[in-house]
């Protein structure tokens, strides 16, 4: 069974930084791209960094470009997101992301971590 579990939100001020973790299993992680995602209140779900199966190719959004930085620890089955620099506008729940349809399997979501920039 797949499982992806978000950690590490909290109430952050602007300016200030946060890493994100997502644990999971039921899959070889170190196979597959990862991608990590937001979405704030009344938005839609916003596709922030894609991570190819070993981290050497990454695609970022031009809103957290420079900013987020996506880091995987294969052997630990588990991805991260280095999140500098915050501002009000980050503010969201923040999912990671494995998408398994084109090798049979499905599209599978952790419930996310909310982070509040805030003063």
């Known amino acids: 069974q797949v499982q992806l579990v978000e950690s590490g939100g909290g109430l952050v001020q602007p300016g200030g930084s946060l890493i994100l973790s997502c644990a999971t299993s039921?899959?070889?992680?170190?196979?597959?791209?990862m991608s990590w995602y937001r979405q704030a209140l009344g938005k839609e779900r916003e596709l922030l960094v894609f991570a190819d199966s070993v981290g050497t190719y990454t695609n970022y959004a031009d809103s957290v470009k420079g900013r987020f930085t996506i880091l995987r620890h294969n052997a630990k089955n588990t991805a991260y997101l280095q999140m500098n620099s915050l501002k009000p506008e980050d503010t969201a729940v923040y999912y990671c992301?494995?998408?398994?349809?084109?090798?049979?399997?499905?599209?599978?979501w952790g419930k996310g971590t909310l982070v509040t920039v805030s003063s």
């Open positions: 992301n494995v998408d398994l349809r084109p090798f049979g399997g499905m599209n599978y």
């Open positions: 039921g899959f070889d992680f170190g196979k597959y791209d």
